[in-house]
């Protein structure tokens, strides 16, 4: 399948680039590391007798072949990347700057207290400011990611319930939620049960309340919802899933909405995850490391999972094994996402309080103008202002042969990153753009030209153009059913591969 | 041949004596789009009625198949391992997901005929 | 402020194109008693005083780098060649998502199908995912993979498992059904897995190196494993061990869940660190976690998509296979060119270099009164027996500016027995300086 190195041929800036295991050779090496010393092995007789199979290749080798890779990734740094429910806004060099400090960055996680009393003091800021803008009363750091946070808070939930001889055995999740929720209630053991929306894309609140009853744990809410909608009904479901005993999770992959404008706190949430890499903008690295912090009620602290920063006699201390017995136990290795923290607390000195609210007021700006923008040619399923992403359906494709994919991929062609499609599930063809509070006025208008010019030439009637994009990225669509069909996972000799077909 | 019987989750019945046939339906494989894995059960697995009795996959989705009759699992289709794509060429012959052994063979004459199926289709 | 672009005229113009007389009246579905509460919170700042502040926070901590230094317990400290932070610091690859639309990210998912290959071949396995968390969580995704695979509810923990690992699989089997045989801390290494295997055992977990750092043939276990129809998970914290030794795989593992922060990343007190996931072809549909697989474009061009994504959260729901969405890919990529600058020489000289170096450690360290190498065996990191109780000697000698190593004490709180027992690990990071001050400091200590 693999052309040979050989018959590559690059185009100008695009190259081709053949895999590290075709370019290696044996005996290269791109570090140099001294000499062995002779000693008697201690490997308990199992030293490894066969090689490995790993090329071998120089570091200015090693240096372009990344860089060229690099060169066909789509980035927030390349343009606008307006990846709906993914927050895809600029990250600041300044927090990779500090991350690497050697004082952050090559810390041990069990040295002795007393040296990474800086390290404690910053997981303590930053709960401190996470505690503020959520106005909850504690937050559990160590949390990877989002879903990881999903699932350590309903553990949180989960211990309290049982704690208080009322194991139940349900969890509430929208239609509209992100896959996640369901996938981490299941984890917990929970039953999962979905609530409609309502016709304004809201939870039916009718419908809540049918569901509720003495064996729900918890109702998960994502706020602003996945439509882009702020819950303005979410007060009385509050009161509703408190009177039936159950605990309000928010998924707060939405956060940077409203942060520095509304306290999750005040609307009667008791547990919510706050993803650092979306509101606090630590970046998403090509799919992580993310963090996911959770908030929680007074109610719910002592089922806190371990560790956390805790006052001592002799300064900041690691409570890493529970006394009381209560807290559920340990959700990661070490104490959570470090990096993330300096890089969250970096972009939240950097913004303050008044960057924070201008931050979430320009995120839902934007989104508004856009939707302003397109509204006359593309169809919106709910009315009134949207929140910081707009979502639209595919009424407006209707019989022009074109899909909300086709439109995706037609965006690649013109210079952006496609908005997210087909999610939430609930409005058909969805398309969900979320430009960010980073992005100029000027940036935005060039989306909405760009946008409606797709759309006029769907509605003009010509198909095929569309189901060929995208033309112009270093790859064209490609035949998922066969590579699902039979999986190549991993590179194999080509000898070997040789033998398999024989 | 017998003729199909349908379950409203959209999979279809075939009753070859005792036995029955069942595979899911033209329409369910139009939605699905182009299928890369089915997930069969067990020979020998006993199945009841509305239970998930196989998955089936393409790219995007995943999709249970319940079984529409109660019974034990005496056969399942093993080409569909290497060639998935039989479930969308010929999703009411070659494609076929198990053979059931019925526990009672009444429960085919709950299920909805050809054409009550396909008005209930046109409905959706 | 330097990160918003729009000026007061663009918020202006904007809401008269919108049609809303202020960025407030598009908040107006939030209850009126919710809005805009008074935050007593310091306002923006400029690069020069968040340096200053968070400068002054690094600069409380001992870097590990500055001291003579001994941590391991999970977490090993490795040069990182520069080239390394410099690629991953590429805006194409750092500020780039989850590549979902393959047309434009066949640099990521290029570089995670590397990394898959990387991964499987040192795990000695058919097949590894895009990443995990960490090598604890990976742990525990891979015990409920064996409970998938097996449909049986037996878990079986070695006593020598690292006890965060076994914690973190602990907690996330609670409210499944699973039943749970943890066996005591294993100081002497004369447990029985085998014994504890029956018809009900769905996996066994085994560290390796194990968590006092030695080194066993699990061939006899994998065996028994097999016999009984139960998978052999094998977790591995410190993966440079896997260039000088016998790779799981080759002793007969189903799956490797291992911690690969040695390779490419920085200690950065804990995290982030990047789990990996190997196992054999015939499960890779219960395998937790995103895939890159390899595919043909319209032109018929070679190219990466990530594939079996019905196994996944955002299609499966409640039945997926695992909640995991964002991984950890940046940190994939650092081992991944990492991995790919060693090569196969670097990464056995790598290995050779950092047993060597333990070993040198150990006969230092064991010439001294009151202190005791346990291990008959080790890899880079070793078991003392010190005549005193090890975290007080630890915290003796940071005072003194040499990090000493990890108290057993500190990972089995409550268990009396770990007192006297300190874990010591070097790596190609150690030099003859640093192994004399370590030596010295503790016969001081021990005198």
Known sequence: MSAGTGAIRHRGLRFEEPLIFEQGAEGKTGVDLPDVPKIKDRLGGLARKTPIGLPGLSEPQIVRHFTRLSQKNYAIDTGLYPLGSCTMKHNPRLNEKLARLPGFGDIHPLQPESTVQGALALMERLSDWLKALTGMPAIALSPAAGAHGEWTGLMTIRSAHEAAGDARKRVLVPDSAHGTNPASAAMCGYEVAAVPLNARGRVDLGALKAALDDDVAAFMLTNPNTCGLFEDEILDQAEAVHEAGAYFYCDGANFNAIVGRVRPGDLGIDCMHLNLHKTFSTPHGGGGPGSGPIALCEALVPFAPVPYVAEGPDGLRLVESDASGTAFGRVKGFHGQMGMFVRALAYILSHGIDGLRQASSDAVLNANYVSAGLADLMSLPYEGPCMHEVLFDDAFLKDTGVTTLDLAKAMIDEGYHPATIYFPLVVHGALLLEPTETESKESLDHLIATLRRIVERALAGKPDEFHAAPV??????????????????????PAAEDRAAE | MAELRYSEEHEWVRVEGDIAVIGISDYAQDQLGDVVFVELPEPGRAVAKGEEAAVVESVKAASEVYAPVSGEVVEVNEPLADDPGLVNREPTAGGWFMKVRMADPGEVEALLDEAAYDSFVSGL | MRYLPLTDADRRAMLASIGAPSVDSLF?????????????LPRHAGEIEVERELGALAARNVAAGSVPFFLGAGAYRHHVPASVDALIQRGEFLTSYTPYQPEISQGTLQALFEFQTQVALIAGLDVAN???????????????????????????????????????????????????????????GTESLVDRIDAGTACVVVQYPDFFGRVRDLAPLS?????AGALLIVAVTEVVALGALRSPGEMGADIVAAEGKSIGNPLTFGGPYVGLFACRERHVRQMPGRLAGEALDADGKRGWVLTLATREQHIRREKSTSNICTNSGLCALAFTIHMSLLGEE?????????????????????????????????????????DRPAAEVVDELAGRGVLAGVPVSRLLPGEPE?????????????????????????????R
């Not at chain 3, 742990?139 to 690292?162: D, K, P």
């Not at chain 3, 409210?175 to 100081?187: I, K, Q, T, V």
């Not at chain 3, 065996?223 to 016999?227: M, T």
Request: charged share 30%; net charge negative; glycine share 4%.
């Open chain 3, 28 to 40: 107006r579905d939030v209850p009126e008693a919710a809005r805009d509460p008074d935050f007593d």
């Open chain 3, 418 to 446: 770990a007192a006297p027992f300190l874990l010591v690990a070097a790596t190609e990071t150690t030099d003859e300086g640093d192994i004399a001050a370590l030596e010295a400091a503790l016969r001081e200590a021990l």
């Open chain 3, 223 to 227: 065996e028994a494993c097999r016999d």
């Open chain 1, 472 to 493: 112009d990225a270093p790859r064209r669509r490609f035949d998922e059913t066969a590579a699902a069909r039979r999986p190549v996972l991993r590179w194999r000799p």
């Open chain 3, 130 to 188: 895009a990443s995990m968390y960490d090598g604890a969580t990976s742990c525990l995704e891979a015990v409920n993979m064996a409970l998938r695979v097996t449909r049986r509810a037996g878990v079986v923990l070695s006593g020598a498992l690292h006890p965060q690992y076994r914690d973190v699989t602990k907690t996330g089997l609670r409210y499944l059904s699973a039943e749970l045989d943890c066996l005591p801390p294993d100081f002497d």
């Open chain 3, 346 to 386: 670097g990464f056995s000289r790598l290995a050779r270099l950092n047993h060597a170096k333990a070993a040198m450690l150990a006969d230092r360290l064991d010439s001294i009164p009151g202190a005791e190498v346990v291990n008959d065996s080790f890899f880079n990191e070793f078991t003392l027996r010190l």
